[in-house]
T-cell receptor
Framework: DVKVTQSSRYLVKRTGEKVFLECVQD?????MFWYRQDPGLGLRLIYF???????EKGDIPEGYSVSREKKERFSLILESASTNQTSMYLC?????????FGPGTRLTVT | GENVEQHPSTLSVQEGDSAVIKCTYS??????FPWYKQELGKGPQLIID?????GEKKDQRIAVTLNKTAKHFSLHITETQPEDSAVYFC?????????FGKGTRLSVIA
């Protein structure tokens, strides 16, 4: 069965902290994605990666960076968390067509 | 780039009735159109998809239709049940990341 896991379901951080969100997939997918989801704004693409050590900016990359050192793992990094980064963060992976999401991490920055 | 519009934003139906959600896309190069269901507190789940070489696909009570000429596709749910209550997202892509509609909140009233 397809599996995308995210390191935390809920996370509370303080303004200015460095935050790491981890995502792991067990399907040997080349493509991985990070989205944020906010009410009324839908799913917005932050960063994506088509292969190990490569990354591409999505629609809203400002304030974020990513790391893909291994095929199965894709990390989202908030270098200095701000309150406007409070959101639901969703990781996804995809081989060719079907894309599968993890359960999400609800991040609150205070 | 691709732009996906989804309507309606909210939909209430009586249990047993049908529900229809419609999406339009802008990029004629898009060839893959999935639909996702998101329940409260969970990540989006792929429920059905269609590729541009077919006009309709059905899986039990759900079906998707695609009109490439008009650039629109629709999700049909028949004999709705309370467990169908969720937020539904459409998406479209070619050789690019999925672009999502803003979602439809479906409420099935028992």
């Amino acid at each position: 069965d397809v599996k995308v896991t995210q390191s935390s379901r809920y996370l509370v951080k303080r303004t200015g902290e460095k935050v790491f969100l981890e995502c792991v997939q067990d399907m040997d997918h080349e493509n991985m994605f990070w989205y944020r989801q906010d009410p009324g704004l839908g799913l917005r693409l932050i960063y994506f990666s088509y292969d190990v050590k490569m990354k591409e900016k999505g629609d809203i990359p400002e304030g974020y960076s990513v790391s893909r050192e291994k095929k199965e793992r894709f990390s989202l990094i908030l270098e200095s968390a701000s309150t406007n980064q409070t959101s639901m963060y969703l990781c996804a992976s995809r081989k060719t067509y079907e894309q599968y999401f993890g359960p999400g991490t609800r991040l609150t920055v205070t | 780039g691709e732009n996906v519009e989804q309507h309606p934003s909210t939909l209430s139906v009586q249990e047993g009735d049908s529900a229809v959600i419609k999406c339009t896309y802008s990029d004629s190069a898009s060839n893959y159109f999935p639909w996702y269901k998101q329940e409260l507190g969970k990540g989006p789940q792929l429920i059905i998809d269609i590729r541009s070489n077919v006009g309709e696909k059905k899986d039990q009570r759900i079906a998707v239709t695609l009109n490439k000429t008009a650039k629109h596709f629709s999700l049909h749910i028949t004999e709705t049940q309370p467990e169908d209550s969720a937020v539904y997202f459409c998406a479209a892509s070619g050789n690019t990341p999925l672009v999502f509609g803003k979602g439809t909140r479906l409420s099935v009233i028992a």
